[in-house]
């Protein structure tokens, strides 16, 4: 979209930012759509023709671009193609049509009242065909997960129906899927200690807090876990998931749960491998690598060619897609067919209970022999995972979230976002599910099914009610050595080797937080998280305690702090003034404070200039503020410092510099107050 021509007087406004002769010709507010020319304030926009009750009005125009655009919608939104055969809004994705692009608009409490009432026929085969793709791919990820979890199997299941449920209402991004997670398993396994009450109870805590914050607006938090933090910790994560079901294809029992114990205890035994597990796991393996690399080579077929060329594509794009489903369906065959022979070489599942979970509360108490654990012994038992669990949640979901939507084009509600997990982590603590969260996995098949709206979750939520209530007793023959080979697969890619070397070349000291997040990972996922994040604000608070200072010698000594003054900086900027002004090699010079880049100080800066003011003063020199923002300058003028002087801006300081020392007659912005009022 052009730039909007400058405005002239008469017409919108003066052009000077301070001028307040004449009234723009359209004041704006906020919350409205104004037109093409977007927040600019420089013209009315054109009037809308009425449409139908509920529907926005249309504005005149014509082409999917003009009508995005005179919409008030998001460029993110024009840019989407639509699903060929719908006639409504041709261009514009279901979930972003009739949004306006206003800053800091929100979705309603219910997303799905913006796009089910403009449903498309269209989409419909799409969401369908989106919802069979994921479901069969969760289904044995389920599963599998479960085990790495070390919960009964049947709790994989329960965990992967509620959160498509709940996102279909909730949500705001077409692709997201919410379920069970390698990530999220790994960490279950470290807080519910196996035992399946404390795995419920922590999904229902879980979802507790992340729905309080976000009815609090507190999702800004996850801003303080940084890149090479997430990167460390998914990088170990894969390299610990994936040696834990080495055990599994090797058919290996009674391998401890810590990491350097498991590396220790599998190479000791590796003589009592199972050599059916084995064989069987790296067949699994080998078949997932090479369906996944013909899926990501695979040609896609042009519209122009043969029937039977374009049917062959779907057929291998659907087998490479659903590839956990295939392997595990052919290694339960394998495994059927050696029962019926009378020998079994494999490691079975064993037998999952049938039927859905009862709707129930979690139980908030937990019997043993010995006695009743109660809920606070519960919770202190879970103790630092009731904050890791729902904040890696949090930002494993925002994270999925805001990449697909970059990808495909559509906007998201980070706070909805949060809302949506929160709910689902309640609801599904009531049918037994541990704690679940965004799955990157099974967002890209959803994706790149082509799925047009949540309402694909539908479809895979009821495949996974249909699997609990008929197919379990199917399960018992699924070899434990295929399960581990759908979860190696699908966590070996998030190791990104790349990032080292990436942060080497960009930005080193950022190569501390991840380094220290990696290896200590290895030791416990808390500890690896934590560390991270309390090196990574480290840095963060070195770098406003010794923000940049450029200092140009000369007549006058010209500082020039590059960032915001907190209270942290004021004892280094003191210092680098008084070296420098004071310095025995120079005669003594007066200062020049340059405040552009400052945006906001404190009560202990103030008082740390006051100080200043009076250091440089006893020495026979003056400290001239210039470049001052508004906001800074009102707390200084509210300080009513000492021999305070700021000129508008650094040439109209050094022009003043003639009248040594500076007075009130110099400078009409002087303060000519005696006393401080902060230096007693």
């Known amino acids: 979209m052009a730039p909007a021509p400058a405005p002239t007087p008469g017409r919108g406004g003066s052009s000077s930012p ?293 049917i062959s594509c779907r057929i291998v794009w659907i087998s490479a897609t659903a590839r956990n489903a295939l392997v595990v369906l052919f290694a339960g065959l394998v495994a059927y067919s050696f029962q019926v022979m009378g020998s079994q070489p494999l490691t079975l599942t064993g037998s999952i209970p049938q039927g859905l979970p009862a709707f129930r509360l979690p139980r908030f108490s937990l019997a043993e022999p010995n006695g009743t654990v109660p809920f606070l012994n519960m919770v202190e038992d879970m103790g630092v995972g009731l904050a890791v669990v729902p904040l890696m949640g949090l930002l494993e979901t925002i994270a999925i979230a805001k990449a697909f939507a970059s990808q495909n084009g559509y906007r998201i509600d980070p706070n909805q976002e949060l809302l949506a997990l929160g709910v689902a982590n309640i609801l599904g603590s009531f049918v037994s599910s541990y704690p679940i969260t965004g799955s990157f996995g099974r967002t890209a098949v959803n994706a790149q099914s082509g799925v047009c709206t949540p309402a694909g979750g539908l479809v895979t939520g009821a495949l996974v ?69 309390l090196v990574s604000g480290i840095l963060l608070l070195y770098s406003i305690a010794r923000p940049p200072i450029k200092v140009s010698e000369g007549d006058m000594l010209l500082v020039q702090p590059g960032s915001s003054l907190h209270f942290p900086a004021i004892e280094c900027l003191r210092d680098t003034v008084c070296s420098r002004a004071l310095a025995a090699a120079s005669p003594p010079r007066s200062v020049i404070l340059d405040c552009c880049h400052i945006s906001s100080i404190d009560y202990t800066v103030v008082v740390g200039l006051a100080e200043l003011l009076q250091e440089l003063h006893k020495h026979g020199l003056s400290l001239a503020f210039c470049g001052l923002k508004d906001p800074v300058l009102q707390v200084l003028l509210s300080a009513d410092l000492e021999g305070f002087q700021h000129f508008p801006s650094r040439e109209e300081a050094e022009q003043c510099r003639g009248a040594e020392p500076w007075d009130s007659r110099t400078d009409p912005f002087t303060s000519t107050t005696e006393s401080s009022g902060l230096i007693q």
């Open 18 to 310: 301070r001028s307040h002769g004449a009234a723009p010709a359209a004041q704006i507010r906020p919350g409205r759509s104004h037109g093409p020319r977007g927040r600019s304030g420089l013209a009315r926009p054109a009037p809308a023709r009425p449409g139908p009750a509920g529907v926005p009005p249309r504005p005149p125009g014509s082409g999917a671009a003009a009508a995005g655009a005179r919409a008030g919608l998001s460029p993110l939104c024009r840019a989407v193609p639509s699903v060929p055969g719908c006639p409504r809004r041709v261009g514009l994705s279901p979930l972003c049509r009739a949004v306006p692009a206003m800053p800091g608009s929100r979705c309603p409490a219910l997303p799905v009242l913006r796009w089910l009432p403009r449903y498309c026929r269209a989409w419909l085969p799409l969401d369908l065909l989106a919802g069979l793709a994921v479901g069969l791919t969760a289904v044995p990820q389920a599963l599998a997960y479960a085990e790495l979890a070390g919960l009964p199997l049947q709790y994989g299941l329960y965990s992967s129906f509620m959160g498509c449920f709940v996102y279909f209402f909730l949500g705001t991004a077409k692709d997201v899927t919410l379920g069970p997670t390698a990530i999220m398993s790994l960490l279950v396994s470290s807080y519910a200690f196996h035992e399946p009450v404390y795995a419920v109870l922590l999904a229902f805590l879980s979802g507790c807090i992340q729905l309080a914050m976000a009815l609090l607006h507190l999702g800004f938090l996850l801003d303080f876990i940084s890149c090479p933090v997430i990167k460390g910790f998914t990088s170990a994560a894969s390299i610990t998931i994936s040696f834990n079901q080495i055990k599994n294809i090797l058919g290996l029992q009674g391998i401890p749960r810590q990491f350097f114990l498991q590396v220790y205890e599998t190479l000791r035994r590796i003589g009592e491998t199972r050599a059916g597990d084995a064989v069987l796991g790296l067949a699994c393996l080998a078949a997932l690598a090479a369906l996944r690399a013909m899926k990501s080579r695979l040609p896609r077929a042009a519209s122009a060619e043969p029937l039977a060329a374009r």
């Open 465 to 533: 009610l249909l699997s609990l209530a008929y197919l379990t007793s199917l399960f018992y023959y699924i070899p434990k050595a295929a399960l581990a080979a759908v979860i190696i697969s699908a966590v070996l890619p998030m190791f990104d080797v790349g990032i080292f070397r990436t942060l080497w070349r960009v930005k080193r000291l950022d190569l501390v937080p991840l380094c220290v997040t990696f290896l200590l990972c290895f030791w416990e996922v808390q500890y690896g998280i934590v560390a991270g994040v």
